[in-house]
């Protein structure tokens, strides 16, 4: 090769003289790459060739371009010089030619991207940025296609960008920002312990929640002739609304929607163990965030006579004494709040005047002490301890499934004319039960199991009256 180079440089050098003596200029350019051929020579590019380095720049267009027209890539950026003057438009002095922090060639050759322009898709974030540190797509504005894009999800919001549903309560992220208004970043945004893609639904069982203010949901079965003083309900509804609570929407207090539902078979007594064997045979919305309450002939809690026990999402209660004398409106009230707040999981474990006789009223006004007035009925603000302020951070639903399809029909069992499911101001008709449970699909966030058995049990040992 260096041979071969030397008889070249030799029949240059020849013909220049060539020319110099039949008075010419020794200017010449053997191969036409706009570069005298001495002066490749001095430069090391060959005079024969136009372009030296192969790189689709003659050696005279590297010369002007600054380009080292023995490199083909001269920045080392993956791409031929020629190709980035003429088909690209980058510079081939420079490996990174937008300086958003990937190399021209890793842009054209794996990316994708747009080696002249920092934010290829336009979404607010680097190219760079989103290859190397998020992961979502340079060239897709909304990578997950939840409808919000990319830079607002890292910046103003803190969504996943590659994740549809960030906080995964069943809502994609821009439903959540755009048309609920709840938060994509935490699954119960109001905390009630019910996901906001179940309380977001407009049909099915669950259609009158609202994933902004709080809600707690009950199935109220009974046997037949113990069905519960409705005004009694209506008074524990209105405690409820009146909860100092506050809500994401700014309103206060927690709605409490209680399904009057079925007359079930009475028996002469309920146990623990048969309070279980009801709830499979009886409850309609099981799986669909529904506490389950059973109004019972006479409760029975380790063989003893109560006014009523319960569990988390599990409560049975009795409307009448041992005497056959029915309570009166506000003693059912109170019968029900109590249970009720056991059921939503104030106990004794969180405080120890809950279903004790070692606090007094006037320390702790509330329906869940032992030494409250038989009919009062209300939950503890102040005091010793606050029962709205416990529920207010941890207030129990059952678990919540969601539905494919909406089923709203109401229930259609009856005992009798009389018995038969009704509604009231504060009570609502009953959605069917599923008829297929293969064709319900989970929420993402199950908590609890609604079926448990409920012990310990936390028992009501009221008056009798």
């Given at each position: 090769m260096g041979s071969k180079r030397a008889v070249a440089g030799a029949l240059v050098a020849l013909a220049a003289l060539a020319l110099a003596t039949a008075g010419g200029l020794a200017v010449a350019d053997v191969d036409g790459d706009g570069v005298r051929s001495l002066s490749e020579l001095d430069a090391g590019t060959d005079p024969l060739v136009a372009d030296s380095?192969?790189?689709?720049l003659d050696d005279g267009a590297e010369r002007d371009a600054g380009t080292n027209p023995l490199v083909a890539d001269s920045?080392?950026?993956?791409?031929?010089d020629g190709r980035e003057v003429h088909d690209l438009g980058t510079d081939p002095l420079a490996t990174d030619t937008d300086d958003d922090g990937l190399a021209d060639g890793r842009e054209v050759e794996s990316t994708g991207t747009d080696p002249l322009v920092v934010d290829t898709d336009g979404d607010g974030l680097g190219d760079d940025r989103e290859v190397t540190a998020i992961g979502s797509d340079p060239t897709e504005a909304d990578t997950d296609g939840d409808g919000l894009r990319d830079g607002r999800e890292v910046r103003d919001l803190e969504t996943d960008p590659t994740e549809a549903d960030t906080d995964?309560?069943?809502?994609?992220d821009g439903r959540e920002v755009e048309v609920v208004g709840t938060d994509p970043t935490v699954a119960d945004t109001d905390g009630d312990g019910l996901d906001d893609g179940v309380e977001a639904a407009e049909t099915g069982p669950l259609a009158a929640a609202d994933p902004l203010a709080r809600d707690v949901f009950v199935e109220l079965d009974y046997m037949r002739g113990e069905r519960p003083d409705p005004d009694a309900?209506?008074?524990v509804v209105d405690r409820f609304a009146n909860a100092?609570?506050?809500n994401p929407d700014g309103s206060t207090g927690v709605a409490l929607h209680v399904v009057v539902?079925?007359?079930?078979?009475r028996e002469p007594t309920t146990s623990e163990f048969d309070s279980v064997r009801l709830r499979l045979s009886h409850f309609d919305n099981t799986a669909r965030g529904?506490?389950?309450a059973m109004v019972v002939a006479d409760a029975r809690a380790t063989g003893e006579s109560v006014a009523g026990f319960a569990t988390t999402g599990h409560v049975v209660l009795q409307t009448h004494g041992d005497d056959g004398d029915a309570y009166t409106t506000r003693g059912q009230a109170h019968v029900l709040m109590h249970e009720l707040?056991?059921?939503?999981?104030?106990?004794?474990?969180?405080?120890?005047?809950?279903?004790?006789h070692a606090v007094p009223y006037d320390d702790y006004e509330s329906t869940m002490n032992y030494n409250s007035p038989w009919e009062a009925v209300t939950y503890s603000s102040s005091g010793a301890f606050d029962d709205w302020a416990y529920l207010d951070k941890h207030m129990y639903a059952p678990p919540a499934w969601r539905l494919p399809t909406a089923r709203n029909a109401s229930a259609t069992t009856s005992a009798s004319a009389n018995e038969s499911t009704s509604t009231a101001s504060s009570v609502r008709a009953s959605p069917n039960s599923p008829t297929d449970a293969s064709a319900i699909t989970p929420s993402f966030r199950l908590g609890q199991d609604t079926l448990r058995t409920p012990f310990p049990v936390r028992l009501h040992r009221g008056q009798k009256c």
């Open positions: 380095d192969g790189d689709g920045d080392g950026d993956g791409l031929g995964g309560d069943g809502l994609a309900v209506a008074l100092p609570i506050e539902d079925d007359a079930i078979p529904y506490h389950h707040g056991h059921s939503l999981g104030l106990s004794a474990t969180r405080y120890a005047g809950i279903d004790s």
